[in-house]
């Protein structure tokens, strides 16, 4: 019953920036958390941020910690992954997700939605 859009992917150097965005339709009432995940041609789809819709905590991978920002806009539905200081490593299709709650999110990896991907890729 939701559904996710994401977008924003792009090719940059490394040490650019891009802005991810998702908007979710649909029943997505009781549905508390909104983040992103990524995966690598090869390597296992992994967490990045999340972020809860009940009081805007935010949850991040070690690797991310400092150069990107997860931020939500309530009455559009939409969550945005700013990406800043982008490294090679960063390289990854980048999916939005839905979920009940934002820590489970970062440690439990629990989803009930996925967004159809958005490339991103970083140049050495």
């Known amino acids: 019953q939701v559904q996710l859009v994401d977008s924003g992917g792009g090719l940059v150097q490394a040490g650019g920036s891009l802005r991810l965005s998702c908007v979710a339709s649909?029943?997505?009432?009781?549905?508390?958390?909104m983040g992103w995940f990524r995966q690598a041609p090869g390597k296992e789809r992994e967490f990045v941020a999340s972020?809860?819709?009940?009081?805007?905590?935010?949850y991040y991978v070690d690797s991310v910690k400092g150069r990107f920002t997860i931020s939500r806009d309530n009455a559009k539905n939409l969550v945005y992954l700013q990406m800043n200081s982008l490294k090679p490593e960063d390289t990854a299709v980048y999916y939005c997700a839905v979920g009940g709650d934002a820590q489970s999110m970062a440690e439990l990896h629990a989803v009930d939605y996925w967004g159809q991907g958005t490339q991103v890729t970083v140049s050495s």
């Open positions: 972020i809860s819709w009940l009081d805007g905590l935010t």
């Open positions: 649909g029943r997505t009432i009781s549905r508390y958390a």
